[in-house]
């Protein structure tokens, strides 16, 4: 009886193990197929005055706010 039990474990053991794989695997395979262009410009982030993170530029952001002004005089 404990032989077949071992080769029942050893079994399940196997299984787990090739069901990891395949989810490692599968992981990867998303990770490939995702676009990370990994330029410095994406993975910039600014802080504005106020502490906020953002992604736009100080310069563009002044710039837009200068339009504005402009546009409303």
Known sequence: MARSQ???????????????????????LDRKSQDSSGKLEDMMAYVDEFGNITTVPPEE?????EK???QQQ
């Open 68 to 70: 504005k002004k402009d």
């Open 6 to 28: 071992n080769s029942f474990i050893k079994k399940q053991k196997a299984e787990k193990k090739r069901k990891k794989k395949a989810e490692k695997f599968e992981k990867r």
């Open 61 to 65: 952001r002044e710039n837009k706010a």
